[in-house]
């Protein structure tokens, strides 16, 4: 079975700062990959997927992701937080072989003023 | 375009009780899915629809719960008799047929609370 490890359940930035939200994957075949984000009483929205063209993802809102598979890594960033950026963040993984995602525990991240 | 739709959003019962969840794909997208969050804990898949079939129910907890996709449109998710670890939000997603590339598009959830 496929797993997704978030480092990090809480993050706090402040507004400007850099936004690093980690994710790890166990996967013995490519994935594809996707980080998705949650607002408040909304539902899961697509921020960006990684399905085997370029490493580097750009995903909405200034978010991008690399994807390197010698760390199986998907890390999300943002060079400077803002304050709608507060929400609960997914990485998510599906394998070619099925049509389940795998998701991660999620990281709620805070953006200090 | 309407997006997936739940619902209801929220639902608390008491032990025992049977709660049916609604789920409205986004038109036209064949594939649906359901998927668990306890609290604290990831996001779990539980079954998988194309169209009216069942394609995969592995992660169906146990015979209290019940999928049905009548007529490949919307589908609902019974849970009978209700016990407390029950309790956690239910996503329901939807996608087109299609390569693995393809997202899901998520509705809000359903939180379900057993007392």
């Known amino acids: 079975a496929q797993s997704v490890t978030q480092l990090g359940s809480h993050v706090s930035v402040s507004e400007g700062a850099l936004v690093l939200l980690r994710c790890n994957y166990s996967?013995?075949?490519?994935?594809?990959l996707f980080w998705y984000v949650q607002y408040p009483n909304q539902g899961l929205q697509l921020l960006l997927k990684?399905?085997?063209?370029?490493?580097l993802v750009k995903g909405i809102n200034g978010f991008e992701a690399e994807f390197k598979k010698s760390e199986t890594s998907f890390h999300l960033t943002k060079p400077s937080a803002h304050m709608s950026d507060a929400a609960e963040y997914f990485c998510a993984v599906r394998t070619n072989t099925g049509n389940q995602f795998y998701f991660g525990t999620g990281t709620s991240l805070t953006v200090i003023p | 375009e309407a997006g997936v739709t739940q619902f209801p959003s929220h639902s608390v019962i008491e032990k025992g009780q049977t709660v049916t969840l609604r789920c409205d794909p986004i038109?036209?997208?064949?594939?649906l899915y359901w998927y668990r969050r306890v609290m604290g804990k990831e996001i779990k898949f539980l079954l998988h629809f194309v169209k009216e079939s069942k394609q995969d129910e592995s992660g169906m907890p146990n015979n209290r719960f019940l999928a049905e996709r009548t007529g490949g449109t919307y589908s609902t998710l019974k849970v009978q008799p209700a016990e407390l670890e029950d309790s956690g939000v239910y996503f329901c997603?939807?996608?087109?047929?299609?390569?693995?590339?393809?997202?899901?598009?998520f509705g809000p959830g359903t939180r379900l609370t057993v007392l």
């Open positions: 996967s013995s075949v490519p994935p594809y």
């Open positions: 997603a939807s996608s087109p047929l299609g390569g693995g590339h393809n997202e899901q598009f």
């Open positions: 038109s036209g997208h064949d594939n």
């Open positions: 990684y399905t085997s063209a370029a490493t």
